[in-house]
């Protein structure tokens, strides 16, 4: 098993990518996003994202827990930056 290549692969994964002035996703966020046909760079917002999965995560009835996860996640990161504590 060829451990840098591992690393190498979560590291790419796990890339930040800017998107426009208000998003930065990770490469598997995107991967993610565009499997299920999320126009994430037309997005304004985390939240404008997160709308759009919680509307497929609502209609589609099969699993889709990477797209769960990663509602999750966005919703974190948006608490995170965006509100007062």
């Given at each position: 098993?060829?451990?840098?290549?591992?690393?190498?692969?979560i590291a790419e994964k796990n890339k930040l990518i800017k998107v426009n002035?208000?998003?930065?996703?990770?490469?598997?966020?995107?991967?993610?996003?565009?499997?299920?046909?999320?126009?994430?760079?037309?997005?304004?917002?985390?939240?404008?994202?997160i709308f759009y999965i919680e509307d497929i995560l609502?209609?589609?009835?099969?699993?889709?827990?990477?797209?769960?996860?990663?509602?999750?996640?966005?919703?974190?990161?948006?608490?995170?930056?965006?509100?007062?504590?």
């Amino acid at each position: 098993m060829n451990y840098e290549t591992i690393i190498n692969n979560i590291a790419e994964k796990n890339k930040l990518i800017k998107v426009n002035e208000k998003i930065t996703l990770t490469n598997y966020q995107i991967e993610v996003l565009e499997k299920y046909q999320i126009p994430y760079s037309t997005c304004n917002s985390i939240n404008e994202i997160i709308f759009y999965i919680e509307d497929i995560l609502n209609e589609d009835s099969n699993d889709c827990e990477d797209l769960e996860n990663i509602s999750t996640t966005l919703a974190e990161v948006d608490y995170y930056y965006n509100y007062k504590k």
